[in-house]
């Protein structure tokens, strides 16, 4: 029978974490711990908080950055998932400073938390962009990392922290880099958030460079399976791991695929693309196959069509 565990998702009502909590609690005890901060519409952050409470999840409203309350919170938890952060490569061009005052100074707080609670595991959601503009495809977690923006420069930053802390005090860690992921509730600043409700809308689509950019989109529900497998593998302590698809779509082809399931073509305005913006990335995924045993299960296809619907479901509700 498997041990019912304390699990503490930082960032749980967000959505990577909202979707983590919700597999989760399937199987373990779960808190999400969120300062509802208002960087996107704080009506769906709601209406996770609501959907979660339902399922049985205590939700906590609370700042990574408050050290002492987090430590309290975290005195009796098993496996800490650390998902808050300030996500959003062109947001962090202009806001290098809260960037790095929420990944770092809040990464460290969460990890000394960890450290001085005996925690069992820590799980870190680092990101694709730490990689950059890394000519090498596809992108092995030993490949060199070459951030282009504040944001993937604080999430290497946060990836040195954790491996001092696996390292000087055998803390137990995983480092996840996670590649573009999708599906439902996915943030509004998001590129494929904004084509579906513009394109439901009937408003012109704003696409960055031509389009040809690619990327390895991964369905959230795959990045959930990893996260939950990475509770009790011993192999994978104090790795640091890619999680991806595996293949690249370009982002004209992710709009016809939207176009396809929503039934409309859209008007596209094709603008310059932002400096910020890595041109390909691609996920290496040997390395999470082979300690992990992890399979991209879920396809891009299912997660965009998830991700429509609900907001097919909502589309009154969202400014
Ligand atoms: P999200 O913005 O939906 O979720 C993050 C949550 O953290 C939000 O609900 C926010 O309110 C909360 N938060 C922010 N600052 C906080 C603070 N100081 N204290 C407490 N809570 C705070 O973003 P997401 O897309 O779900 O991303 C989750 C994690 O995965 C982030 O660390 C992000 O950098 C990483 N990531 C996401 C992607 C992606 O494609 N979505 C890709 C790579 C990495």
Request: hydrophobic content about 40%; some cysteine; glycine content about 6%.
């Amino acid at each position: 029978m498997e041990i019912l565990l304390k699990c503490l998702v930082t960032g749980g009502i967000g959505f990577i974490g909202f979707n983590l909590c919700r597999k989760l609690i399937e199987s373990h005890e779960v808190i999400a711990l969120d300062n509802f901060n208002a960087y996107y519409d704080v009506k769906l952050k709601e209406m996770n908080k609501e959907d979660l409470v339902q399922k049985g999840i205590k939700v906590i409203k609370e700042d990574i950055l408050n050290y002492e309350k987090v430590k309290r919170i975290t005195k009796d938890i098993d496996i800490i998932f650390h998902l808050a952060a300030q996500p959003g490569v062109r947001y962090s061009l202009a806001h290098p400073l809260e960037v790095f005052k929420t990944n770092v100074d809040g990464t460290l707080n969460i990890l000394e938390c960890a450290r001085k609670n005996k925690i069992s595991r820590f799980i870190f959601a680092s990101s694709s962009s730490v990689y950059g503009n890394s000519t090498e495809l596809p992108l092995k977690e030993d490949s060199e990392v070459h951030p282009i923006a504040p944001y993937g420069l604080s999430k290497l930053v946060c990836e040195n922290y954790i491996h001092f802390y696996y390292k000087h005090y055998n803390l137990p860690t995983v480092i996840f880099r996670l590649f573009s992921v999708v599906g439902e509730r996915q943030r509004p600043d998001m590129g494929i958030y904004k084509f579906i409700i513009n394109l439901l809308r009937d408003t012109p689509l704003t696409i960055f460079g031509d389009g040809t950019q690619t990327r390895d989109w991964c369905n959230v529900k795959n990045v959930v399976d990893a996260f939950i497998k990475a509770i009790d593998n011993p192999k994978i302590i104090g790795e640091t791991l890619n999680i991806g698809h595996g293949e690249r779509i370009s982002v004209n082809k992710i709009i016809e695929i939207i176009e396809n399931f929503i039934g409309k073509r859209a008007k596209r305005l094709y603008t310059k693309r932002n400096e910020a913006d890595m041109l390909h990335t691609q996920a290496d995924l040997s390395k999470i196959t082979k300690l992990l045993n992890y399979q991209p299960k879920y396809s891009i296809e299912e997660g965009i069509k998830s991700e429509i619907e609900f907001i097919q479901r909502n589309l009154e509700k969202f400014s």
